[in-house]
């Protein structure tokens, strides 16, 4: 698996976020750019997965957000992690979106 998530992009859509599992796992948001603008995750307490989540966020897209891609992970807090290590290693910075997070509590990764 590659430390960045390289999935397609989707449409933030409720009819794509429909199509989803309610699998858990991590997700990601993106302007029409392509550019991350939040990193988040389906957990044990998410209702309906990924489904739910990514509904959520159609229905009140976050900082422009306008395309999504998920990944079916059951580790999704260490994946989680992982993905925002490496945005915070690509940008020196979180994700807009990301206000939750406490940079400091993250690891550091250099990804080659």
């Known amino acids: 698996m590659a430390v ?4 397609p992009w989707r449409p933030l859509t409720l009819t794509e976020a429909k199509r989803l599992s309610g699998n858990l796992g991590v997700y990601e948001l993106s302007n029409e750019e392509g550019e991350v603008v939040f990193i988040g995750a389906a957990t044990g307490r998410s209702l309906y997965g990924l489904r739910g989540e990514v509904m959520a966020k159609a229905e009140h ?8 891609r998920v990944e079916v992970n059951t580790a999704y807090r260490t994946r989680h992690g992982e993905l925002l290590a490496v945005y915070m290693h690509d940008h020196g910075r979180l994700p807009v979106a990301n206000t939750d997070v406490d940079p400091k509590r993250l690891g550091r990764l250099s990804p080659g």
Request: aromatic content about 8%.
């Open 61 to 68: 897209p976050p900082a422009g957000a306008t395309q999504f």
């Open 4 to 7: 960045r998530m390289t999935k």
